[in-house]
């Protein structure tokens, strides 16, 4: 993880060892830790909100390749389809991130890391009544090769998605990870990875069960990367990602009287080419530079009908090219130091777009505290859908743009950084929908969100592994000052692990606050209550690389809605094992 103090960046890492202790399985579990983000939950579908801002707002990464989905509405990550196996570790770089990320990075970027194993095997078995887990990974090195196989396979049997029903939604989800790194000398590598995930997940209408509609999600994901070093100054990589995903949509009538029916397909594809570089002047001053280029595609057709009468949408092949140069240039000096950096990108037809980013940071003598401010822009382009919808679509759209103002105070004891920020995001000229006209505008109005950021982290300290607190309290309202829905008024979460001689223990608690949200069946703006519900993991070492462990979700089995109409997790038994060999 980059030091906290020698960068502008609003930065959490959560670990390898946080992760393992708590027992995370998922990576909206995962992000459940980070107070500045919230996922809701709804129609089998996971949407992330940092910070305020809309879900499109957000880059998430694994391994540096895009999960944004471009046929989505506004571009949102696909997180729901992501096997929860071999990550090392998660970053996640808060406020607006346009001169190094590009588009769709106002509220902040998430990379997914997973694990370079040189050589060994791991298992992982996990069971829990009508939901089981299997998970193995094989690594070996051959020469200068070093390649690695993951699978993983994941049935989840045990809830209904809507509140007050009794059908169960299954959620079967199955991921295959191949890696292959070589090292041609000590100045080059080559480094490449592919997964492919497939997600087949029961879903219900917006307030009742529907025992004959699902969904089928399957995405590819793959990168190849070289790495050299040129001199003693210069390091440079180039590489190429591609993200191309299917969902397919599919609802029958369950009885002669059901008028619901559905036969959807979703496919989307992005192609990006890149190079950067990183010159090192002297230790105190560096400069990173370099271009990329990203194409995305898609089309889709969905037909249907509902209680409202047959509907049909449908978009033909579409695409958008955007390329993009940039460089950022960063001095530490004992006076003040400083991060300034611009991209400059081209985008839709023709349309350009500049961003910038200004971070100035320093210790403050006397009380040893480091003070950061930063300034920074972002922006995003309409998506495929709100572009070339067929009945909704506007090909005429200006990007969405953003600023972040940050202010921050770090203070570092002998295990312990704490970390206070406030920030202020600004999103303008959004691209929202008009229900009068029917189709996609930019509003040219403003919507804000502010609020308050602390943190606490400890290092390991004899039987403590890790503590971690982080808070945040937001305020999010439109032009018109209304709060945002399914934004929460504060975020609380405390973890904890802690090792006694074979064993070892993880604690999660996570608390939400009040939220705005719309009524499924009477579409009125309703108010949701704040929730706090707890994890625990408990893990026996057997032997040396062997280990069973018991993890308890939702401890207490508090009942609670993450949105309107549709359920929070209930309490959940799981026993595991592990073993590397």
């Known amino acids: 993880p980059t030091q906290m103090d020698k960068t502008g960046d609003t930065i959490r890492v959560i670990t390898k060892t946080e992760l393992d202790n708590i027992g995370v399985k998922s990576l909206s579990e995962a992000l459940g830790l980070i107070a500045n983000v919230s996922v809701s939950k709804s129609g089998g579908l996971d949407t992330l909100f940092m910070r305020g801002l809309h879900s499109g707002s957000t880059k998430v990464l694994i391994n540096g390749i895009e999960l944004n989905d ?3 509405t506004n ?3 696909m997180i729901n389809s992501i096997a929860f196996s071999a990550v090392d570790r998660i970053e996640v770089v808060s406020g607006a991130k346009g001169t190094i990320h590009g588009a769709a990075s106002q509220a902040g970027v998430i990379n997914i890391i997973t694990n370079t194993l040189v050589a060994g095997n791991e298992l992982n078995v996990e069971y829990a009544g009508s939901d089981y887990k299997v998970n193995g990974n094989i690594a070996r090195q051959i020469g200068d090769y070093i390649f690695s196989i993951d699978g993983f396979y994941e049935t989840d049997d045990s809830e209904s998605l809507v509140v007050n029903t009794t059908e169960i939604d299954k959620r079967n989800l199955q991921s295959i990870a191949f890696s292959l790194n070589n090292s041609t000398s000590s100045k080059r590598k080559i ?3 592919y997964t492919f995930n497939n997600l087949h997940q029961d879903l219900d209408n917006s307030t009742s069960d529907d025992i ?14 070289f790495d050299y070093i040129v001199n003693s100054k210069l390091l440079s990589k180039v590489g190429y990602t591609k993200t191309y995903t299917i969902r397919d949509y599919s609802n029958t009538p369950d009885s002669a009287s059901d008028l619901n029916e559905r036969d959807a397909k979703y496919k989307s594809n ?3 080419v890149f190079y950067n570089s990183k010159y090192s002047f002297n230790s105190q001053n560096d400069i990173i530079f370099g271009a990329d280029v990203t194409n995305e595609s898609g089309s889709y057709v969905d037909n249907g009908s509902s209680s409202f009468g047959p509907y049909q949408s449908n ?5 958008q090219l955007r390329g993009g140069i940039f460089a950022q240039y960063q001095n530490e000096n004992k006076l003040i130091s400083s991060q300034i950096g611009s991209r400059l990108e081209r985008y839709g037809d023709n349309k350009t777009m500049l961003t910038y980013a200004l971070s100035f940071f320093r210790t403050i003598p006397g009380i040893d505290t480091t003070a950061l401010v930063n300034f920074r822009t972002g922006y995003r382009p309409g998506s495929l859908y709100e572009r070339f919808n067929s009945s909704a679509g506007n ?6 743009t953003s600023l972040t103002s940050e202010y921050s105070l770090l203070k570092s004891l002998k295990f312990m950084q704490f970390k206070f920020t406030y920030f202020k995001n600004y999103l303008d000229n959004s691209i929202e929908y008009n229900y009068s006209t029917f189709k996609y505008y930019n509003s040219g109005e403003k919507t804000n969100a502010s609020g308050f950021e602390f943190s606490a982290q400890s290092n390991a300290y004899k039987n403590i592994e890790f503590i971690r607190l982080d808070a945040t309290s937001l305020d999010a309202k439109n032009s018109t000052g209304n709060p945002l829905l399914k934004r929460p008024d504060y975020k609380v979460s405390l973890s904890s692990g802690l090792k006694f001689n074979k064993f070892t223990t993880g604690l999660a608690i996570i608390a939400t606050g009040d939220r705005k949200d719309i009524d499924p069946q009477t579409y009125a703006t309703v108010d949701m209550s704040s929730y706090v519900y707890a994890n625990f993991k408990v893990n026996y070492q057997l032997q040396n690389k062997s280990n069973v462990y018991l993890k308890i979700y939702n401890i207490t089995n508090k009942k609670y809605e993450i949105t309107k109409g549709y359920n929070g997790q209930s309490r959940q038994f799981y026993l595991g094992y592990e073993s590397k060999f």
Request: a negative charge; aromatic letters at 8%; hydrophobic letters at 25%.
């Open 70 to 72: 471009p046929i989505s």
């Open 75 to 77: 571009g949102q990550p």
């Open 191 to 193: 480094s490449t990875f």
């Open 212 to 225: 004959n509609y699902f969904v089928s999600t399957h995405q590819h994901l793959g990168s190849i990367q």
């Open 270 to 272: 992005i192609d990006r």
């Open 315 to 319: 978009q033909g092949n579409s695409d």
């Open 395 to 400: 090909n005429q759209l200006d990007a969405e």
